[in-house]
């Protein structure tokens, strides 16, 4: 049994190490080639640089104009991240610590949004956006991008805060604290593992969402980052190194907002491999 158990350990190793490698790679590449000049990148794409040249990060922010993309990203992905989270938790607290009627109809319901295709929804979406006039505005991504995570939001919180100890509530009781008080003072506090999990997931898919704001959004004033670096694609196709500078300036916050919450994600992680 223990040769068994030590061969799937080393084989469970050895998936996670090439797949690491699969995505690691291109972003790494994606990184050298950023530094390069374009007779580097035609000569070898696949070498490291003589010299880094960083003055492409500031052609490429400039040529593709990613100021205005990359604050109205920061504007609908954050206003649907705090939206999302602030109504998702809400709603979780609700269902996980409260009993009342139709309690399990009203979390099946919630369920059932994870089973909707989302891309399904796109000509309702555009077609209801046009009518109360919202279309080619924030509200025509935000909303949208609020409601497709409710669901999973709602899912993976009530199911942290269905595991606390009602201790918790009853001493919060005790010392004369209201539901929104307990709510605020402690259940949210201990599920910060749960939290940065949601909020890691939303704002990865709001950041890198591409085909709702490509048909809800045609001001060029109002266009997201995907949309810019794709209209940026169009424009410099032969300069390859100022694309690959564009996506890594791209990927920046990504990496950021991840390192800020890892702390949590591993937290959360390793308190529900301890509960299983």
Do not use: C
């Not at 030590?6 to 190793?13: A, D, G, K, Q, S």
């Not at 935000?142 to 100890?165: D, K, N, R, V």
């Amino acid at each position: 049994m223990s040769n068994n158990s030590n061969w799937f350990r080393v084989l469970t190793y050895v998936f996670l190490s090439a797949f690491a490698l699969f995505n690691i790679v291109p972003l790494f590449y994606m990184i050298v080639d950023s530094f390069k000049t374009e007779p580097e990148y035609a000569a070898s794409p696949f070498s490291l640089p003589t010299k880094l040249h960083f003055e492409n990060y500031a052609k490429a922010w400039d040529i593709a104009n990613m100021d205005t993309y990359f604050m109205n990203s920061l504007i609908i992905t954050f206003g649907s991240l705090i939206i999302t989270v602030l109504l998702g938790s809400l709603t979780a607290f609700f269902l996980a610590r409260f009993k009342f009627r139709f309690r399990k109809s009203t979390f099946a319901i919630f369920l059932l949004g994870m089973l909707v295709p989302i891309h399904a929804t796109l000509i309702p979406i555009f077609l209801i956006m046009k009518n109360i006039g919202l279309l080619d505005t924030y509200w025509s991504l935000i909303l949208p991008y609020t409601a497709f995570h409710l669901s999973l939001t709602i899912f993976i919180l009530e199911g942290f805060m269905q595991g606390l100890p009602k201790d918790l509530e009853e001493s919060g009781v005790m010392d004369g604290a209201g539901v929104y008080r307990i709510f605020w003072s402690i259940i949210l506090p201990i599920a910060r593992p749960a939290m940065a999990t949601v909020i890691i997931l939303n704002f990865i898919y709001n950041w890198n969402e591409y085909l709702f704001a490509l048909v809800l959004i045609s001001s060029e004033a109002l266009k997201t980052l995907p949309l810019g670096l794709a209209n940026f694609v169009g424009v410099e196709t032969a300069s390859m190194t100022l694309q690959m500078s564009a996506l890594a300036i791209a990927l920046v916050p990504i990496i950021i907002f991840y390192l800020l919450l890892q702390k949590q994600l591993v937290t959360g992680m390793t308190a529900g491999a301890v509960k299983g």
